[in-house]
């Protein structure tokens, strides 16, 4: 069993309000357009999961986890992303999810590049989320993520074989390349070997976080 720490949870609904109609068109309302659904499907083991590890090779828990690493196999298996596309175009352009690497592009704004010395995931939207196939030492873990964001109310979900580990709060850094960690305390995992585990973006759905890395080491305590 895992045991959870929920920091922070919230839950956001948003409804649009339709414009009015010129009397002549009201009885032919505009189609809705169907938006595309957020996929939340949490893979409950890794028996269950096609992805296989980026490169190759799995990460591992205790260890650091460069977020850009994640896993092989595409949209709704490895990753989920809002928009289509790489809109960083920084590392991995073949995939959909929005990388910063360590040049900046021609015309763009000095966000757009990395300042990590590694590329970092950028654009992370509510509701975005990417899969990692790790090899886990159990144990009790403080769990620290290295973000960068100008909001508050944001979240990071972190979850193994699909139970939510934590929910991890992330106050503004103020701007999305100044950079900050937090750190959760004494997170007891039992998971033995091969996992999966995922990274989600929660909280207030307004911009978004830059995520580079998050580190699983022993507990002192």
């Known amino acids: 069993m895992i ?30 357009p169907t938006p595309t659904p957020r996929v939340h499907l ?8 096609t992805g296989e590890p980026f490169g190759g090779k ?3 828990i205790p260890g650091r986890i460069e977020l850009e690493n994640f896993d092989e ?11 289509v596309g790489n809109k960083g175009g920084g590392y991995r352009f073949e995939d959909g999810v929005d990388l910063k690497g360590m040049i900046l592009p021609a015309g763009r704004k000095a966000w757009y590049q990395s300042n ?4 970092t995931v950028g654009w992370m939207f509510v509701g975005e989320w990417m899969h990692y196939s ?11 993520v290295r973000y960068g964001t100008p ?12 139970e939510k580990l934590s929910s991890v709060a992330t106050p503004s850094t103020g701007e999305y390349n100044v950079w900050g960690t937090v750190t959760v305390k004494g997170v007891k995992i039992d998971a033995d070997g091969r996992a ?26």
């Open 196 to 221: 999966l585990l995922r990274v989600e973006a929660a909280g207030q759905d307004k911009d978004e976080n830059d995520l580079d890395w998050i580190e699983f080491s022993k507990s002192e305590s």
């Open 3 to 32: 045991k959870k720490h929920i920091l922070l949870a919230a839950t956001f609904t948003c409804a649009l309000l339709p414009t009015a109609l010129h009397a002549q068109e009201a009885a032919t309302p505009t189609p809705t």
């Open 58 to 60: 799995a990460q591992t």
């Open 134 to 144: 790790v090899d886990v030492t159990p144990g009790t873990y403080d769990i620290s």
């Open 116 to 119: 990590q010395g590694t590329p």
């Open 151 to 162: 909001i508050d109310d944001k979240l990071v979900d972190i979850y193994l074989n699909g």
């Open 73 to 83: 196999g595409g949209s709704g298996v490895a990753w989920y992303d809002r928009e």
């Open 42 to 49: 949490v893979p409950s083991a890794p028996a269950d999961y």
